[in-house]
């Protein structure tokens, strides 16, 4: 199974500065996802990363809002930024692997934000 | 689009005992993936059980098992022998291809919150 680094686990922020969550994965993967999840809610998908190409952002998200890179096929980082307190949610990180096991995609242990 | 539904925010069970939870959906694929996950406070996302759309025979994973209805478009999941470590919240997910960003993704329902209480 594939092994996933999401940092940092939480952080607390000011309002109006900017937040750069990384993704690290133990071996190469073609879609990389990143997903909001805010307070007693489900899980919503924000960008596809593929490497090599910009970020597909979902309905509701944009770039200048969520910037996302790529640089290779083991890393990814999602920025928040100008950041409000409707902000504060939990981002977690995603990628697909073709396995021989019952799982498909796994999931980084999230990233808790708060923003005063 | 595909959309996923809970209906049961929150359930509860006595310790030992079965509860069923359900998932409806709707895709306009043919090939296409359904999940599972529990997510409990430390936040991280566990994998419980998975269906393939063309396999007509439904998952089973020890005490987990779905009921996969394809024509219905139903997938419930029946939890037996409920445990204490059971307790979490569960959310049902659809993998099929999105039409819109031309790549796959995967949509989650807005998740049952399951208690199981001793």
């Known amino acids: 199974s594939a092994v996933i680094s999401q940092k940092p686990s939480r952080d607390i922020c000011q309002r109006g500065t900017s937040l750069t969550i990384q993704c690290q994965v133990d071996s190469q993967v073609t879609m990389m996802f990143w997903y909001r999840q805010q307070p007693g809610q489900s899980l919503t998908l924000i960008a596809t990363a593929n490497q090599g190409s910009e970020a597909t952002y979902e309905s509701g998200f944009v770039i200048d809002k969520f910037p996302i890179s790529r640089p290779n096929l083991t890393f990814s980082t999602l920025t928040v930024s100008n950041m409000s307190p409707e902000d504060s949610s939990i981002y977690l990180c995603?990628?697909?692997?073709?396995?021989?096991?019952?799982?498909?995609?796994?999931f980084g242990s999230g990233t808790q934000l708060s923003v005063l | 689009a595909q959309t996923v539904t809970q209906s049961q925010p929150e359930m509860s069970v006595q310790e030992a005992e079965t509860v069923t939870l359900s998932c409806t959906y709707d895709?306009?694929?043919?090939?296409?993936?359904l999940f599972w996950y529990k997510q409990p406070p430390s936040r991280q996302m566990i994998l419980v059980i998975r269906?393939?759309?063309?396999?007509?025979q439904n998952a089973t994973e020890n005490r987990f098992s779905v009921n996969f209805q394809k024509a219905a478009k139903s997938f419930s999941l029946k939890i037996s022998d409920s445990q204490l470590g059971d307790t979490a919240m569960y959310f049902c997910?659809?993998?099929?291809?999105?039409?819109?960003?031309?790549?796959?993704?995967?949509?989650f329902g807005k998740g049952t919150l399951l208690t199981v209480n001793p």
């Open positions: 895709t306009s694929e043919s090939n296409y993936y």
């Open positions: 269906q393939e759309a063309y396999k007509q």
């Open positions: 997910a659809l993998w099929g291809w999105h039409s819109g960003g031309s790549n796959y993704k995967l949509t």
């Open positions: 995603s990628v697909e692997r073709v396995e021989t096991t019952n799982e498909k995609l796994f």
